[in-house]
């Protein structure tokens, strides 16, 4: 209800808050104050306000965090599906398996500064392995 107060949502907005509640499992939580939910689901309940707001960008900062792999396999379908409705996504995460499955382009950061960056293909054509292996390459950890 926040979220929609502040974004100035249409009266639509019940419906769909309703159906990432469902989505995400959470319909019994629904009038739950979020101090009394769990980590994971104060994760899923931030996500769903985020993504209630319909914005045509979703900055997340490590979204899997605190996520069951139910609720992180959820999250990496609706994001794939907001991605394929033209949503652009900015993911800070240091799961890279998720950054290499959700991502067109990658940054690679190390202490704040740039050490690589392009698409998957572009990084693995200029260094070998696996988008782990190429971090711990470029920074030297």
Do not use: Y
Not at 43 to 53: C, E, M, R, S
């Amino acid at each position: 209800m926040f979220v929609a107060r502040l974004c100035r949502l249409d009266p639509s907005w019940e419906a769909r808050g309703d159906a990432l509640l469902a989505r995400f499992g959470m319909t019994g939580e629904r009038d739950t104050v979020g101090n009394a939910l769990s980590k994971g689901m104060r994760q899923k309940t931030l996500i769903a306000a985020t993504v209630l707001a319909g914005t045509p960008v979703l900055l997340l900062d490590e979204p899997m965090i605190g996520l069951d792999p139910r609720g992180q396999r959820e999250l990496r379908e609706m994001l794939a599906e907001l991605r394929a409705a033209g949503t652009a996504l900015m993911i800070s995460t240091h799961q890279l398996e998720s950054a290499e499955a959700l991502s067109d382009r990658i940054i690679m950061l190390n202490h704040g500064r740039v050490v690589a960056s392009g698409t998957v293909e572009e990084l693995r054509a200029d260094h070998a392995g696996s988008l782990e292996d190429i971090f711990l390459d470029l920074t030297g950890t």
